[in-house]
């Protein structure tokens, strides 16, 4: 397994948010956290990635168990998280912005390269000299994935990468993330919108108010409707 997440139990202050959350993600695989606004997805990446104070449980990325690991740490072992909330730098230009995310070559997963995140997101590749502030938001979410693509990461946590993005946009994000699942990039994608997951996931998870409530492939949950309808606003 690329990633095994297991008896995942965070909190804060003192309200516990994640039951023992436990889901694996396969080599090369993208695999999809499904739920409903509030529902724990961004706790979920946060406590993976080591920026939940409170947190117990297991997290093993290649074989390693890096569960008491720091973020940076965490990072460093090729392991990409593209928040929520997007953070580039405003006055640095797009350029700019894809040498801060730079981190040396890894060997099992693809090298990228300006001129190969300038095809992923051609977009990008006509503004190479603008600052991040003068960009859209989808252009702005764009350039963040990108950025954590400089750092060569294996797999990816992608936090509602469609959110907020014009159909159009929405499209081009389509294409990006089947790419670099294409390129051996492994990726978990959190999600509110199931027609956009269906689209790049191989399987999917359903968490509601913090607990996993399913574990199956598209076609698995395809086939429940009464779980989709449940757990999911569509
Ligand atoms: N920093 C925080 N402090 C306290 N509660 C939080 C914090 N961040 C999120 N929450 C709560 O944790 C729950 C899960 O939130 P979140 O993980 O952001 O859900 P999602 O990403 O699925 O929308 C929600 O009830 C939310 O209000
Ligand atoms: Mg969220």
Redesign the pocket.
């Known amino acids: 397994m690329k990633l095994t997440v297991q008896d995942l139990n965070s909190h804060?202050?003192p309200?516990h948010?994640?039951f023992d959350i436990g889901f694996e993600v396969g080599e090369g695989e993208v695999v999809a956290l499904l739920?409903?606004?509030?529902?724990?997805?961004?706790?979920?990446?946060?406590s993976i990635v080591g920026l939940v104070a409170q947190r117990t449980g297991r997290i093993v990325f290649e074989g390693k168990d890096v569960s008491a690991k720091p973020t940076h740490e965490i990072v460093r072992e090729g392991l990409g998280y593209v928040p929520?909330e997007r953070r580039i730098f405003t006055d640095l230009t797009v350029e700019e912005n894809l040498e801060v995310g730079k981190q040396p070559k890894r060997a099992n997963a693809p090298d990228w390269t300006r001129e190969k995140l300038f095809a992923l997101f051609p977009n990008l590749g006509e503004m190479k000299n603008r600052p991040g502030g003068r960009m859209s938001g989808g252009e702005q979410q764009m350039l963040t994935i990108a950025r954590t693509l400089m750092g060569n990461p294996s797999l990816v946590l992608l936090?509602?990468p469609s959110e907020g993005l014009s159909p159009k946009i929405v499209e081009q994000m389509v294409d990006a993330i089947l790419t670099m699942k294409k390129e051996g990039v492994s990726i978990v994608v959190?999600e509110?919108n199931l027609h956009f997951a269906r689209l790049i996931s191989d399987r999917a998870y359903i968490?509601e108010?913090?607990r996993i409530c399913f574990g199956g492939t598209m076609a698995e949950l395809d086939a429940r409707p009464d779980i989709r309808d449940a757990h999911l606003s569509l």
Do not use: H, M, P, V
């Open positions: 804060y202050g309200a948010i994640l739920g409903r606004n509030g529902a724990g997805k961004s706790t979920t990446f946060r929520e936090d509602e959190s509110q968490i108010r913090g």
